[in-house]
């Protein structure tokens, strides 16, 4: 819109001519919603859009605007004067939800959600474990299923040895052995 009918447009708005004050609130809404998605955060858009704040505005406007309206000498007065109403009303929106922001987190953002969601193998991994450790089993002779077992839970090979009586030399030997048979399948 260029500025003689906008100014025409402010004239007859301020006396009284509601239509008038509709296509001006249209004119400019597209560049008050741009001022509010400039500074409007990621998570502060679930908390409110641009076009609640841009709303807001237009209420303050509108209720005052036989106060307001005579005192703007021109369309870029009233701009700039929309801008800055803009701003101070985004202020307060962002003021009052950012504690909630703070505290809040997004779902499976917490350190420990991430960490148990990560040890938990998918159940392919599980199949593809099962069908490996099966593999293991049958490789190995009977005698020896308790070492894979311990190794299996983890333990060290120390830990082994002491339970197994056998010698850590020994259950790395058959640990490796069985490596080398399931390398060569």
Known sequence: MNPEPLAVLL????????????????????QLRMVVRRHLSRRLRAKFDSTDVVQSVWVHVLRDWREIGGRMVSTAHLQNF?????????SDRIR???????REQAWGESPT?????????????????NELW???????????HEVLRLKRQGLLLEEIAARTGLHEGSVRRILRQLARKLAFQ
Do not use: N
């Not at 004239?11 to 597209?30: F, M």
């Not at 009052?96 to 703070?102: L, N």
């Not at 099966?134 to 020896?144: I, V």
């Open 113 to 129: 959600e991430r960490l148990v969601q990560a040890s938990q193998p998918r159940p392919s991994e599980v199949v593809q474990a």
């Open 134 to 144: 099966e593999r293991m089993l049958t490789l190995c002779p009977p005698a020896r």
């Open 96 to 102: 009052r939800h950012r504690a909630a922001v703070e």
């Open 82 to 90: 929309l801008v800055q109403v803009t701003r101070h009303r985004l």
């Open 11 to 30: 004239e007859k708005w301020s006396s009284g001519d509601l239509g008038a004050a509709e296509q001006v609130l249209l004119a400019y809404e597209p």
